[in-house]
């Protein structure tokens, strides 16, 4: 596994040591982890969005319920396969 080094504060280092019990290797990777899905989301979105014209939308707008219901469906399916990519990746 790679290391990192982080620069702290004196004093946030004083506080780190009076919590001997929490891990805070775990609490660095956790936030690291929860930044790059963050990251990950909006960069998501943003292609998504890059991918929709003002054709497409309007299309949309005229689809049938039933045609609708299924892309709704099929971009749930992929979101949570990209989730589920993302979360393994911790």
Do not use: N, Q
């Not at 009076?18 to 790059?36: D, G, M, T």
């Not at 929709?52 to 005229?62: A, C, M, V």
């Amino acid at each position: 596994m790679p290391h990192i080094t982080l620069g702290l504060s004196e004093e946030i280092y004083k506080e780190m040591k009076r919590h001997p019990e929490i891990k805070w290797s775990e609490v660095a990777r956790e936030s690291i982890a929860a930044r790059l899905m963050k990251m990950k989301k909006v960069s998501h979105a943003k292609e998504i969005r890059a991918h929709l014209d003002h054709e497409t939308l309007s299309s949309i707008s005229r689809m049938s319920e039933a045609k609708a219901k299924k892309l709704y469906k099929k971009a749930v399916r992929e979101e949570w396969k990209h989730t589920k990519y993302l979360t393994r990746a911790r």
